[in-house]
């Protein structure tokens, strides 16, 4: 009955800080829909709660799968890369050992940011076959973009660390991350297809096994 308690409780709780944060930015979510005007991550406010700063970076990550997408649309480069993608796990395992992060969680959330990047470029890429005058025409240099996405990962891996304790409690960080993905979208306006891939590379953020 106790344990019952306490999921109805922590249930009830998500519920309302969704509501709540739905309540607080009504007009953005209700668009639904993110503008290309200006680079990743341009908005002055950040995502609500105690996961808002990492929530951001997810976000930002997201948003260059829009360069990336834009850099290989066209061209023979693949959208999957597992060559690539080995080398970018390893290179986050090492820098989780040398930062304190656990290594195991670390890779598995970065594998959540691969996913969800090539859930970007798959969606873009269908919509600009589908509607070529929607398709980009310049092409971001892939180099640069991975030099930002090298930065992300520090910087993801430092917030990893920050909210270790908070994520290893399985409610309170559901309740932290539920209030952050909702309020990150609507500030960002992201459309369906980058909402997903939020969902997508927050999905193994709360660890209740992972060690603080």
Partial sequence: MILRNRTTYGAATVGLLLAAAVLAAPQAVATGTRTNAGPAGGTAAEPSGRLGPLTSLVIDRILVSDDVAASKFGTDSP????????????QVRQQADATGVNSDAAVAFFQDQITASKEVQRGLFARWTAHPEEAP???????????RLDRLTTSLLAELKNTAHLRAQPVACTVQLTLADVTGAALERLDTLHRQA??????SVCHPTETP
């Fill in 198 to 203: 939020l969902r997508t590379a927050t999905d």
């Fill in 137 to 147: 025409t310049t092409r971001p240099d892939l180099g640069q973009i991975r030099t």
């Fill in 79 to 90: 959208i999957d890369d597992p060559v690539r993608e080995a080398q970018v796990l390893e």
